[in-house]
């Protein structure tokens, strides 16, 4: 199997090491130059890479780490003046910041950057529960590693600024990008939807919002998720399934959007549900297979998560999380959670 053989190979690499750093560093890139050749070459590399790290002098790592502060001073720095000028509605010169950013990523990741491998899978994740929620769905086994570039963040940019601009089948090509690097996001995926929706691909729409669902992981989330499944039934004359959406997107989150879908369901089309009850809604949402709050596994993670970061002292980090977990569940222990990790951390 190629993971025994790696191991084999990074153990017999290992075992010349002697303690000297300077000769240790010369022999790991004898041995990555050695290993160029071999079906592993790529991970055998990168092993080495992270060995040699560890026994560089620190004065060269802070060297090492500043060049890459500066480069990613430069990014953040684009993303900042881009936001400034979307909010100022200078759409087009936003996009003009942004895309030489878009398109020295695409150079940089089609020339190997980040690449995953057989023993590593590269991702861009917000935060931890983003890495919770992709780590209670996927099948992946290979160790997740965070890039040092906000990959997703930019092509998600990037994208934002094509749908503003009406260019919606070049903001589709810049969400799939972002995605690749950050599955666990729901709005990258809601955004892909609503892209889609605007070209007229309701089954598209519909499906970006379907793999949009074990993302979701707080109240409004899910009340958006409502909201959009909401769209697309009344779009496809399922009005009763559509209304029930939107009254279980309220209990989420009020929203006016959600009134004025349902003002449109009455107006357009002469049905009135503004009557419908929470249970009715219910009903309806389970009669036609459709969840009412989020993924089981979703929710079960994020319980998790809550404690993992208690223990590790990020109390408003825990708090937040297990008022998500309230928001969706309603879960009284949850909620006293969040209320004791409020106070223990001082808000």
């Not at 499906?207 to 769209?231: I, S, T």
Request: glycine share 6%; charged share 25%.
């Amino acid at each position: 199997m190629p993971t025994n053989d790696f191991t084999s190979i990074m153990s017999s690499i290992t075992a010349g090491l002697t303690g000297d750093a300077k000769h240790d560093i010369a022999y790991l890139m004898s041995q990555a130059e050695a290993y160029k050749d071999h079906p592993l070459a790529k991970e055998v590399a990168r092993e080495c890479g992270r060995m040699m790290w560890d026994l560089m002098p620190e004065d060269a790592k802070a060297e090492f780490d500043q060049a890459l502060d500066d480069d990613g001073a430069d990014l953040h720095e684009a993303m900042e003046k881009a936001h400034q000028l979307c909010g100022e509605g200078r759409v087009e010169e936003a996009l003009a910041v942004l895309e030489p950013q878009a398109r020295r990523l695409d150079d940089l990741l089609a020339s190997g950057w980040f690449a995953d491998d057989s023993q590593s899978v590269y991702l861009d994740f917000d935060d931890m529960t983003d890495y919770a929620v992709w780590h209670a769905h996927t099948t992946e086994t290979r160790e997740a590693r965070m890039v040092t570039q906000p990959i997703a963040v930019v092509y998600m940019a990037y994208g934002s600024c094509l749908y503003d601009l009406g260019r919606y089948a070049e903001a589709v090509e810049a969400l799939h990008k972002a995605i690749r690097w950050n599955p666990a996001s729901a709005q990258l995926r809601f955004e892909l939807a609503e892209n889609y929706k605007r070209l007229g691909y309701m089954g598209a729409c519909e499906a970006a919002l379907e793999a949009a669902y074990p993302c979701v992981a707080n109240g409004a989330q899910m009340a958006k998720w409502h909201r959009e499944r909401a769209f697309v039934a009344v779009e496809r004359g399922q009005l009763e399934l559509a209304a029930a959406h939107l009254v279980a997107s309220m209990a989420f989150e009020p929203s006016d959007l959600a009134v004025q879908e349902m003002l449109y369901i009455c107006e357009k089309f002469g049905r009135d549900f503004s009557q419908m009850s929470g249970g009715a809604a219910v009903r309806v949402l389970e009669e036609r297979g459709r969840p009412v709050t989020a993924d089981a596994d979703t929710i079960a993670a994020l319980a998790d998560l809550v404690a993992v970061l208690r223990d590790e002292g990020q109390l408003a980090e825990a708090a937040s999380v297990a008022g998500d977990v309230y928001d969706l569940t309603g879960d009284e222990t949850a909620r006293r959670a969040a209320e004791e990790l409020r106070a223990q951390a001082g808000e």
